[in-house]
């Protein structure tokens, strides 16, 4: 499975902005997918989640109520829809794949295919 990021870039605090994770592979439906971000510095965290079947999502706590995360199996891609961002969301952004279907959905460790990352940069 590859994992291709985009729609990262440079937005002012108060912005929006939405990644999408393009993945191959006729298996992406039975995937769980999940996003993280590493900020300069700092250890790859946690953002969150997507089951397989799109119904059951998870967020870390900083996120909860400001971003969305959704899949369209037929278009193989997961989305982030990031608003009221924040400078402290500044990070490369990562998608993820779990084939097994963890529990532990906020554990990297989990997640056997990762994109390049794409970089969000919210200025203030």
């Known amino acids: 499975v590859q994992l291709v990021e985009s729609g990262g870039g440079l937005v002012q605090a108060g912005g929006s902005l939405r990644l999408s994770c393009a993945a191959s592979g006729r298996t992406f439906s039975s995937y769980n997918m999940g996003w993280f971000r590493q900020a300069p510095g700092k250890e790859r965290d946690f953002v969150a989640s997507?089951?397989?079947?799109?119904?059951?999502?998870y967020y870390a706590d900083s996120v909860k109520g400001r971003f969305t995360i959704s899949r369209d199996n037929a278009k193989n891609t997961v989305y982030l829809q990031m608003n009221s961002l924040k400078p402290e969301d500044t990070a490369v952004y990562f998608c993820a794949a779990d084939p097994f279907g963890s529990s532990w959905y906020w554990d990297r460790g989990q997640y056997d295919y990762w994109g390049q990352g794409t970089l969000v940069t919210v200025s203030s």
């Open positions: 997507i089951n397989w079947s799109g119904d059951n999502t």
